[in-house]
């Protein structure tokens, strides 16, 4: 089992920066991938990045080059470091764990960061 938490949302303005991060519980987060996923309003879930327990990566082609995950596995952690904001960017942000980086759906979801980006 694990619990996951997010933090690091908020307002900001488009161009600006913002850094997202999950703190997971259980002594087992280093053998996890991690995600971090978006949900707009009236949109569907999707999957903006996340970080294999090899640290391979994946990023969505709207977030590549802006957005770049990371963990930190002494501290049970993940990042999202977002720059170059867009309004579109606006959304409900969520963490998840799951053994797969590729799973779907992942097995263990925080209860999600609101990120607002103003133009």
């Known amino acids: 089992q694990v619990q996951l938490v997010e933090s690091g949302g908020g307002l900001v303005q488009a161009g600006g920066s913002l850094r997202l991060s999950c703190a997971a519980s259980?002594?087992?987060?280093?053998?996890?991938?991690m995600g971090w996923f978006r949900q707009a309003p009236g949109k569907e879930r999707e999957l903006v990045a996340a970080?294999?327990?090899?640290?391979?990566?994946y990023y969505a082609d709207s977030v590549k080059g802006r957005f770049t995950i990371s963990r930190d596995n002494a501290k049970n952690t993940v990042y999202l470091q977002m720059n170059s904001l867009k309004p579109e960017d606006t959304a409900v942000y969520y963490c998840?764990?799951?053994?797969?980086?590729?799973?779907?759906?992942?097995?263990?979801w925080g209860q999600g960061t609101q990120v607002t980006v103003s133009s």
């Open positions: 998840a764990a799951d053994s797969i980086i590729y799973s779907s759906p992942y097995d263990y």
């Open positions: 259980g002594r087992t987060f280093s053998s996890y991938a």
């Open positions: 970080i294999s327990s090899g640290y391979t990566t």
